[in-house]
């Protein structure tokens, strides 16, 4: 049952009601439109009620298209709890979130960077290399707070 309800979850869209209330809304095809932070193609409409997907450059016949979810706010924390994965290119809004957190700096320093790395390299379970990449990227957001 919890997979099912992440499932859906991780692909309704949180839109803006007549009523100035977030409604969680399952939208046919929208789903399919994968994440690229590097794409000039972009979701809006979420506020307004007018849901549409904008071309940000000329798309070619056939050319997959890729949406930015989310903003440069949007922390690996909220891709992974929305859409299940993280984004490698996310950097700033996990450096402000950490910053926002110091006491989750202790939890991340238990192990090291090298020892995470090393746990990746044995090639675990999709879950485990999911959670580990997220932990790695929280520990180098703590390493640019330190370092500032």
Same mark, same amino acid.
């Given at each position: ?87 490698? #290119?996310?950097?700033? &809004? *996990? ?6 957190? +110091?006491?989750?700096?202790?939890? %991340? !320093?238990? #192990?090291?960077?090298? &020892? *995470? ?6 090639? +675990?379970?999709?879950?485990?290399? %999911? !959670? ?17």
């Amino acid at each position: 049952l919890r997979w099912a309800v992440w499932l859906v979850l991780s692909r309704v869209l949180t839109v803006l009601g007549p009523d100035s209330k977030g409604h969680k809304l399952l939208i046919p095809f929208i789903d399919m439109f994968n994440h690229d932070s590097a794409s000039r193609h972009y979701l809006t409409g979420r506020t307004d009620g007018s849901l549409r997907v904008v071309a940000g450059s000329h798309i070619s016949a056939g050319e997959q298209i890729c949406i930015v979810y989310g903003t440069e706010e949007t922390s690996n924390a909220e891709f992974l709890g929305h859409y299940g994965f993280i984004d490698a #290119t996310v950097t700033k &809004a *996990d450096v402000q979130m950490v910053s926002r957190h +110091p006491d989750a700096h202790a939890a %991340l !320093a238990m #192990t090291s960077i090298e &020892a *995470d790395e090393e746990l990746l390299a044995k090639q +675990p379970s999709w879950n485990e290399q %999911l !959670a580990l990449n997220f932990r790695l990227k929280l520990k180098r957001a703590v390493s640019d707070v330190i370092a500032t």
